[in-house]
C-alpha cells in the first residue's frame, strides 16, 4: 500500500516563540518570522461566537507559529547539531503543550463546568449514534481531503436521515517518527501520534474546523482521539534520546551505561532500536536497570516483538556523550510508552496539552483515549512480571485526563481492554464512557453458536459488579481485530469457577473454549478471507465474520439468499447494539457492507503480522468515486454489498433504512439513556431479552433470536407486571398482555428482533 506521504513543508516547523524563561537563558532561540496570525491575535470570531458564545476569547488558545527553512543543512543528527536539536524543539508536542499551558493558566473561563464525577447519559444525550470513520480507508471526491468529507453537508444530511448525531474522525494528527530530516510512516495506523498539527495527507486544520461547524449545524458532535499511553519515535523522542532537558522524562527509558551495553542486542543496520531477547531482558533486570517481564507481551510475534522492551543504537546527546537507551513499548517498537509518574510529568503536561488542543483550539466537543489502561508500571516479586494492568496510577491518571476534559466542557470514552473489574474501576471517576469489552466478543459467540448463554454470562456479571449499560460504548466494527482476548475470564478471574453449556469451568477454561470455537467457525477452511491476529482476535470485517458464521467458504460465489440472510443478521447485531443503553456505534465498513480485503493485495503491510489491514479496505461512502481503485491514502478498495448511502436511502430495505428504522425506535423511546434492570433466563438458546427502565419509569424489554431458526416462546421476568400490555415499538400494535406469571408469548424469526414498551395496567385504566 502507497503510505500517506506528509508536505515536506508542513514538517519542518521553525522555532516557538515561547519558550520559557529558564530555557531562554539557558539556550538562546531562534527568532521565527511573524505571520498573519500570532499566538497574541483574537481567534476568527465566527468559530468562537458559534461554538462558544459565552467564552472570552482568549480561552481558544493558539498553537505555535511555525516557520519554514528554505533548506535542508546537511549536518549530524545528534545532539551537538544544535540546527537540528531546534529543529525537533519546535515540532515537539512537549513545546506546543507548554505554550498552551501558558494562554489558558489563570483564565476564569476554566473554571465554569464540573469535572470530577463522570457524567455518560449525559455524554450519551448529546451524541447517542456515532459513526466511526478511520481515515486511511475512507475515498473521497476526486482532489477532496478526507476532512473536507466528513465536513460535508451531504454527508451529513445522510446522517441526519439515518439518526447518527457523533462523528469520530479516528486519528487525524501527524503520525510515525522522524528520523535525521525526513518523516517516517505511521506504524499503527496513526496512533503513533508525533505531532499537534493535522497530518496534511488528511486535510488542514481550517477543515477541521468547517467539520465541527457542519456537525453542530445537523445537532451533531465530533470526536477526535489522544493517545495518553504511547506516541511516535517523533521529535520529542529524538530529543529524549538526545537526553534534552524534559525530554527522556516522557517516556520509559533507561539510560545503560557504556560498560554494560554487552547486555543489550545490536541494532541492525538502517533500524534506530531492536526488540531485547527474553534473556536479555532478564539479565537487564538482574543488572537493576529494567523491572523486566510484563503481565503479557500484546502484539506478540517471534523474532519480531518478544518482550516489551526495545534498546537504541547509539546517540550523541546535547554534551556529547554516547548513550543507548533501554526504552518501554507496550505496543510496537514504534510506539514508545509514556511515564505518568516521572518527576517532570513531562509526559502527563504533552498528553493533557493535546487534549486542549482538540477541544479548545480545533472544537471537537470529546476525545477518545485510546488504551488508556496501561498508564502505570511497577516492578513486582522476584521472579514474578511486573505490574502492568489494572495499576492504581492507570486510574489516577485516566482521572486527570477525563477530568481536565470535562472542566473545558467536554466529554471523553475510553478504549479498555482489561477485566470488567478494571472498567468499572477506571470509569468511577476517569472517562465518561468505555468501550463496550465486555459483551463485544460475547455477542459475536451468540451469533456463531446460536447460543446466548455466554452473552447473558456477561451481562449479567457486568451488572453484578457494577458497570451501568449506559456508560459503555456499544459497536459493531471498528479498525481493530474482533476481539476476543476475555481478560475479565483469562486474567483476572482465571481460577474462578463459571457455569457455561452445563459445565463447571475456569475462567481460564471459558475463555479457551470460547476463543478455540471463534477461530475454528471464522477463519481456516471455514472462513479462508478472514485471519487471526496474534493472540488478540480475529482479523473481519462484521460482513466477513458473518459470512464464515453462516457457512459462506467463498464470498465471489455468494448468493443472493445468502446475502440476504447476512443482511439480516447484520441488522440483528445492530439491534443487539443499539436496543440497550449507551452509545452506539457503527463504521463505514458496516454502512457499505465491506468484506475483508484479499491479504496479497495488503500484503506488505500484513507481513509483520499485523493482519488487521484486511478488515481496514477502502469505502466509498457517499459514491462519489465509482471508479476509484484505492482510497487517497492507498488503501485497496474493498467489496461493498450494500452499496453507497445515497443508493440505500431510496430502497426501503437496504441497511440503512433499515437501520433508520432501529435508530428511530431509539430515539423516540429513550432506550439510551434507560437503566438494564433484567437479563432474564430464556425458554430458547437462542433468544436474548433485556429489560431496561426509561427515564420515566416505564419498562420496555429488547428480544432478538440470534439463531437460524424460528423461535416461538414465553418471556418471563421478575420485572413484568401482570396485566400490563405488551406494545410493539416497531409495528406500533399491541401484541400480548403479561400473564399472573410475570410472562407473555412472543414469536420471532431467524435473525430477527423487537423492541416493545410495556404498558402498565393502572396507568391503562386512569387514560381510560
Known amino acids: 500500500m502507497r503510505e500517506p506521504v506528509v508536505n515536506e513543508s508542513a514538517a519542518e516547523v521553525g522555532a516557538d516563540p515561547a519558550e520559557t524563561q529558564e530555557e531562554t537563558q539557558e539556550e538562546p532561540q531562534v527568532e521565527p518570522q511573524e505571520s498573519e496570525e500570532t499566538a497574541t491575535e483574537s481567534p476568527e470570531i465566527t468559530f468562537d461566537e458559534q461554538f462558544y458564545p459565552a467564552r472570552p476569547k482568549a ?151 468547517q467539520m465541527c461547524e457542519v456537525a453542530v449545524e445537523h445537532g451533531g458532535t465530533v470526536i477526535d482521539d489522544i493517545v495518553p499511553g504511547h506516541t511516535g519515535k517523533g521529535a520529542d523522542f529524538r530529543l529524549a534520546e538526545m537526553n534534552f532537558r524534559d525530554y527522556p522524562g516522557i517516556y520509559h527509558m533507561v539510560d545503560i551505561p557504556e560498560e554494560d551495553w554487552h547486555l543489550l542486542p545490536d541494532v541492525p543496520e538502517n533500524a534506530d532500536s531492536v526488540n531485547i531477547s527474553p534473556e536479555a531482558e532478564k539479565a537487564l ?60 510529568f513531562a509526559g502527563m503536561r504533552l ?17 477518545r483515549l485510546d488504551a488508556n489502561g496501561f ?71 451468540a451469533l456463531v453458536t446460536g447460543d446466548t448463554e455466554f452473552l447473558r454470562l456477561t451481562l449479567k456479571l457486568a451488572m453484578e459488579i457494577g458497570v451501568d449499560q449506559a456508560s459503555l460504548v456499544h459497536a459493531l466494527q471498528n479498525h481493530d481485530e474482533l476481539t476476543y482476548e476475555l481478560l475479565h475470564f483469562a486474567a483476572g478471574h482465571r481460577e474462578d469457577i463459571f457455569e457455561l453449556g452445563g459445565e463447571e469451568l475456569t ?58 440472510q447476512v443482511l439480516d443478521a447484520h441488522v440483528l447485531l445492530s439491534m443487539y447494539n443499539a436496543l440497550q443503553p449507551g452509545v452506539f456505534a457503527l463504521s463505514g465498513w458496516d454502512l457499505t457492507g465491506i468484506t475483508a480485503l484479499d491479504r496479497q493485495t495488503v500484503g506488505e503491510l500484513t507481513s509483520q503480522g499485523d493482519t488487521r489491514w484486511i478488515n481496514r479496505g477502502a469505502h466509498d461512502l457517499m459514491g462519489t468515486s465509482p471508479d476509484a481503485t484505492t482510497s487517497l491514502a492507498g488503501m485497496p478498495r474493498a467489496r461493498s454489498l450494500y452499496g453507497p448511502l445515497p443508493e440505500q436511502l431510496k430502497d426501503s430495505k437496504s441497511y440503512a433504512r433499515r437501520l433508520q428504522q432501529i435508530l428511530a425506535v431509539r430515539e423516540a423511546s429513550g432506550i439510551a439513556t434507560s437503566t438494564l434492570l433484567d437479563v432474564p433466563d430464556v425458554s430458547n438458546k437462542g433468544l436474548l431479552v433485556l429489560v431496561n427502565q426509561l427515564a420515566d419509569g416505564a419498562l420496555q424489554v429488547t428480544v432478538l433470536n440470534f439463531s437460524d431458526q424460528d423461535i416461538a416462546g414465553s418471556i418471563q421476568s421478575s420485572h413484568l407486571v401482570p396485566g400490563a400490555t405488551v406494545h410493539d415499538l416497531f409495528s406500533g400494535e399491541d401484541v400480548g398482555q403479561v400473564d399472573d406469571l410475570g410472562s407473555f408469548f412472543l414469536e420471532l424469526r431467524p435473525f430477527q428482533g423487537t423492541a416493545l414498551l410495556l404498558k402498565d395496567p393502572v396507568e391503562e385504566d386512569v387514560t381510560e
Open 59 to 209: 480561552l481558544r488558545p493558539i498553537a505555535r507559529r511555525r516557520q519554514f527553512f528554505a533548506a535542508r543543512p546537511s549536518l549530524e543528527f545528534d545532539g551537538l547539531n544544535k540546527t537540528y536539536v531546534d529543529w525537533l524543539r519546535n515540532q515537539s508536542m512537549l513545546g506546543d503543550a507548554n505554550t498552551m499551558a501558558r494562554q489558558l493558566s489563570g483564565q476564569a473561563s476554566m473554571w465554569q463546568n464540573s469535572y470530577a464525577r463522570p457524567n455518560p447519559r449525559a455524554a450519551v444525550e448529546r451524541a447517542p449514534v456515532w459513526f466511526t470513520a478511520y481515515p486511511l480507508s475512507f475515498i473521497t471526491k476526486d482532489g477532496q481531503s478526507f476532512l473536507s468529507a466528513l465536513g460535508d453537508p451531504e454527508l451529513w444530511d445522510a446522517f441526519s436521515q439515518i439518526g447518527i448525531r457523533g462523528l469520530h474522525t479516528g486519528p487525524v494528527k501527524l503520525a510515525g517518527g522522524i528520523r535525521g530530516w525526513s518523516q517516517t510512516p505511521s506504524v499503527d495506523g496513526h496512533f503513533d501520534r508525533i505531532s499537534m498539527a493535522i497530518d496534511p495527507a488528511f486535510g488542514t486544520e481550517e477543515e477541521f474546523r
Open 375 to 445: 498508564l502505570g508500571v511497577e516492578k513486582s516479586a522476584e521472579e514474578e512480571p511486573g505490574w502492568s494492568e489494572g495499576h492504581p496510577l492507570s486510574e489516577a491518571a485516566n482521572q486527570l485526563i477525563g477530568s481536565m476534559i470535562r472542566k473545558v466542557g467536554g466529554f471523553s470514552f475510553q478504549e479498555l481492554n482489561l477485566t470488567i473489574d478494571d472498567i468499572k474501576s477506571q470509569s468511577e471517576s476517569g472517562p465518561d464512557l468505555s468501550y463496550d469489552f465486555i459483551t463485544r466478543p460475547a455477542y459475536h459467540y
Open 507 to 564: 475462567g481460564a477454561e471459558v475463555a479457551e473454549k470460547v476463543q478455540n470455537t471463534m477461530r475454528e467457525r471464522l477463519t481456516g477452511e471455514n472462513g479462508p478471507y478472514n485471519a487471526v491476529f496474534t493472540t488478540n482476535g480475529i482479523a473481519c470485517t462484521t460482513v466477513s465474520f458473518l459470512m464464515a458464521a453462516l457457512g459462506v467458504k467463498d464470498p465471489d460465489a455468494i448468493t443472493p439468499e445468502q446475502e440476504s
Open 285 to 344: 533486570q538482574e543488572a537493576g536497570y529494567i523491572i523486566g517481564r510484563l503481565q503479557r507481551v500484546i502484539f506478540y510475534e517471534p523474532g519480531v516483538k518478544e518482550t516489551n522492551w526495545s534498546a537504541t543504537k547509539p546517540i550523541i546527546d546535547t554534551t556529547g556523550k554516547k548513550r543507548r537507551w533501554v526504552y518501554l513499548h507496550y505496543f510496537k517498537a514504534g510506539q514508545p510508552s509514556i511515564n505518568w509518574l516521572d518527576p517532570t
Open 351 to 367: 498528553v493533557v496539552g493535546d487534549a486542549l488542543h482538540s477541544l479548545l483550539d480545533l472544537g471537537t466537543g470529546a476525545l
